[in-house]
T-cell receptor, first 114, second 114 residues
Framework: AQTIHQWPVAEIKAVGSPLSLGCTIK??????LYWYWQATGGTLQQLFY??????VESVVQLNLSASRPKDDQFILSTEKLLLSHSGFYLC?????????????FGPGTRLLVL | GEQVEQLPSILRVQERSSASINCTYE??????FPWYKQEPGENPKLIID?????ERKQIQGLIVLLDKKAKRFSLHITDTQPADSAMYFC?????????????FGHGTILRVHP
């Protein structure tokens, strides 16, 4: 069965500091991967998606970047955090090709920027 | 792009009654409509979805209706229980675009009172 992990579980960071969040998925070969952001009590905003290693498409610019260094790994990062980056970051996956529409979310990382 | 409107934002019902959440979308090319349930502090979990080749789908006490002409879809929870209390999100996607772009509504907080 597939499992999706996100790290860290939670972070408290200072404005202007760098950030790196990670996501790994096991049990699925070549999945599509996605990053989402959710403000407290808010909706889910898709940030990035990737269909293969080394290829990342940006959906919304929030002074964040993403990379896919391995087939099973997706990284979200920034060199300088803003207060507005606080929220819940969710990684999601879907199958490649047919059936790629159904997305499943990881456990998420809570970020508080002070 | 796609826009998804979701109403109501808050829904309070008595236990064992039914609850209905309505969503509308703008892009006539959207053909996949999932519903997610998110409990406090948790990640969103897929509970039911419907594709454009169907008008109705039921999984136990969950019913989804799709009216493509009106660009409207809805979730109906029959015989609600306090455990159904959560945030619910609808979403829409055009799977033909092969981007995995999923646009979410703003969510409905459902409170089921004993």
């Amino acid at each position: 069965a597939q499992t999706i992990h996100q790290w860290p579980v939670a972070e408290i960071k200072a404005v202007g500091s760098p950030l790196s969040l990670g996501c790994t998925i096991k049990g699925k070969s070549s999945p599509n991967l996605y990053w989402y952001w959710q403000a407290t009590g808010g909706t889910l905003q898709q940030l990035f998606y990737s269909i293969t290693v080394g290829q990342v498409e940006s959906v919304v610019q929030l002074n964040l970047s993403a990379s896919r260094p391995k087939d099973d790994q997706f990284i979200l990062s920034t060199e300088k955090l803003l207060l507005s980056h606080s929220g819940f970051y969710l990684c999601a996956w879907s199958l490649r090709g047919g059936g790629q529409d159904t997305q499943y979310f990881g456990p998420g990382t809570r970020l508080l920027v002070l | 792009g796609e826009q998804v409107e979701q109403l109501p934002s808050i829904l309070r019902v008595q236990e064992r009654s039914s609850a209905s959440i309505n969503c509308t979308y703008e892009n006539s090319a959207s053909n996949y409509f999932p519903w997610y349930k998110q409990e406090p502090g948790e990640n969103p979990k897929l509970i039911i979805d419907i594709r454009s080749n169907m008008e109705r789908k039921q999984i136990q006490g969950l019913i989804v209706l799709l009216d493509k002409k009106a660009k409207r879809f809805s979730l109906h929870i029959t015989d609600t229980q306090p455990a159904d209390s959560a945030m619910y999100f609808c979403a829409a996607s055009n799977t033909g675009a092969n981007t995995g772009k999923l646009t979410f509504g703003h969510g409905t907080i459902l409170r089921v009172h004993p």
